[in-house]
């Protein structure tokens, strides 16, 4: 059986940086043929970034990226790489763009990979499945392709996919058996969520028996707004077993030896499926294959679910304050265990020395919020402030009657200025720190507490903030460094600290009680009856469903934070603000 060795470059493209993408591919493409790799795969779209949204309409920018990756294989081949088989995601497109008067029926938009070899785009392939549920919207973008591209390559026919391709049953993978191919290829960009990897490798394993052939499945790292993207590459044989696999949220070049059947004579074209036809070519001059021992890219062990939650908040966090060039992050510290999980994340992925931690007291703060919040900061090495907001609170309060409500908003919307100010003055971005279960229930002030650039936890359940808070400690402890969330933030009762002796439980049923109505309803979209029979206190779920239905307005203005469950606000979740639909008892 002839063996080829693959090289699956998990990278971090960014969207839009078309010159920074393709040199990605340059420098990576040139390790792997250093390690001897006669085949590269690189991430789906890698060349624009994933995904592009309405950048798709833009023909300006599908022009760039055509020219693009003609160009790129003219690089490599400059750089000595031309010998060597690149795969690669781009945008692509036969016909105008879909929402324009001058579309064409079956043509536009594509999305697309080439497979690049001796300065050429030697074979091209179409996304054939399109997602159009959760955050992908690819039918709104693209037209789906109805041909599968078979490459020969080293005596090994290697069919191309591109992601959802392998989320589905039928079409490429039920081509790819018709058409006798050892290896496919399937290019991803496939956001991040919890338990996802626990999920991957079974569709892996069941395509790979579908195709009756092996799988090399690249997956691209890095944030994207609101997604993150976490890589978990693998190789997969035809009869499930795994090969190898790359870490989790780090670029990784994943170098494997696979052997795979030989090629046989099969016609070069005809009908593989009623929507699928097969086109196929045969790459010549691939570098030989290498000698030494084999190249093994090895298994990496799973992570706890705290862990991998935390390692895809800090990527999510990093890459969009760096992406979007922000130098440095502020937040307001109360002491409270939200605000100390975000400033811990912050310090994780930036660095101390680019985050600005402000207590902002009022005369309902508690000695021990502040000395929590300071705390804090010794224990990260965070830049620390204080600005007390009393005086600027009773100077609303000496021009206005205000009572009740009112004036706790009033101080969150002190706060919030403030840290606008501190951000307008040095250039910080603003980081807010309400978690999911506080934006379900609208347990936030508008321009107040919900100022911010960017929401690290924003799809984080209150619940799932203190697990976290007690696994970075535990973590911290098992490396010898000094934990960095005080345990009296951890430990103490939730408040806003807006009024005397205020507790969340004032206005919330406990966390341990809200957090599973609000799993429920929110992400798994159960209507009140089947909450009801879940064991759920009728009352208790009156009372949340109609927090939850009449916050709309408050979630669609909140800032964006990363993904990290299976509905996130905003993207995945979409309601309309003016609605009289309730579920009712």
Not at 34 to 41: E, S
């Amino acid at each position: 059986m002839p063996t080829l060795r693959l090289a699956l470059s998990q990278v971090n493209p960014s969207v839009g940086d078309l010159a920074g993408n393709a040199d990605l591919v340059r420098s990576w493409t040139r390790q792997a043929a250093d390690a001897g790799a006669q085949l590269v795969l690189f991430p789906e779209l890698m060349l624009t970034g994933y995904p592009v949204e309405d950048l798709v309409f833009r023909r300006s920018f599908v022009a760039a990226s055509r020219a693009a990756v003609e160009r790129l294989a003219a690089d490599l081949a400059t750089d000595g790489l031309g010998a060597v088989p690149v795969v690669v995601g781009y945008l692509d497109a036969d016909g105008p763009p879909q929402v324009s008067g001058d579309a064409e029926p079956g043509r536009g938009a594509r999305n697309a990979a080439a497979l690049l070899h001796n300065g050429t785009v030697a074979a091209r392939y179409f996304k054939h499945h399109l997602p159009n549920y959760g955050v992908f919207d690819e039918d709104r973008y693209f037209v789906s392709g109805d041909t599968l591209t078979v490459v020969r390559i080293g005596g090994v026919d290697v069919a191309l996919t591109i992601c959802e391709d392998l989320w589905q049953a039928g079409g490429p993978f039920a081509a790819a058996r018709r058409a006798g191919v050892g290896l496919v290829v399937n290019i991803n960009g496939s956001p991040y969520e919890l338990n996802k990897d626990d999920i991957r490798l079974p569709l892996v394993r069941r395509r790979a028996a579908e195709a009756g052939a092996a799988i090399a499945y690249v997956n691209m790292i890095g944030g994207q707004d609101e997604l993150v993207f976490e890589g978990d590459s693998m190789i997969v044989t035809a009869d499930g077993e795994l090969l190898t696999r790359a870490p989790q949220f780090v670029e990784h070049l994943l170098v494997h030896d696979v052997e795979l059947p030989a090629a046989t004579d099969l016609p070069a074209t005809g009908s593989v499926t009623d929507s699928m036809r097969i086109v196929r070519s045969t790459l010549d001059g691939i570098p030989g294959a290498p000698t030494g021992p084999a190249a093994t890219g090895g298994l990496i062990e799973p992570v706890a679910d705290e862990a991998e939650v935390w390692q895809a908040l800090v990527l999510g966090l990093r890459d969009y304050v760096n992406k979007n060039r922000f130098p440095s992050v502020v937040l307001g510290l109360s002491g409270g265990i939200d605000s100390a999980v975000v400033a811990a994340l912050a310090v994780d992925a930036l660095g101390p020395d680019r985050v600005v931690g402000v207590s902002l007291p009022s005369q309902h703060s508690s000695e021990h919020s502040r000395e929590d919040a300071a705390d804090l900061a010794k224990r990260t090495g965070l830049d620390y402030r204080v600005e007390p907001i009393q005086p600027m609170v009773d100077g609303f309060l000496a021009n206005l009657s205000l009572s009740g409500v009112a004036v706790e908003n009033l101080q969150a919307r002190v706060r919030g200025v403030i840290l606008m100010a501190l951000s307008n003055q040095e250039g910080h971005l603003v980081l807010t720190t309400g978690n999911k279960s506080e934006l379900a229930v609208g347990y936030s002030t508008l321009y107040g507490d919900s100022v911010g650039g960017f929401n690290p936890v924003k799809d984080v359940w209150k619940t799932l903030i203190w697990r976290l808070a007690k696994w970075r400690n535990t973590d911290a402890a098992r490396r010898g460094e000094t934990a960095p969330i005080p345990e009296n933030s951890i430990g103490k009762p939730p408040s806003a600290e807006l009024s005397p002796g205020q507790l969340d439980s004032d206005s919330l049923p406990d966390y341990d009680v809200l957090d599973p109505i609000l799993i429920g309803y929110v992400d798994g979209d159960m209507g009140r009856d089947g909450l009801v029979e879940s064991g759920h206190d009728p009352a208790v779920v009156d009372k949340v469903l109609r927090l939850v239905d009449t916050a709309e307005y408050k979630r669609r203005q909140s800032a964006p934070g990363t993904k990290i469950s299976m509905k996130a606000f905003g993207r995945d979740r979409r309601l309309p603000i003016t609605n009289r639909w309730r579920e009712r008892g």
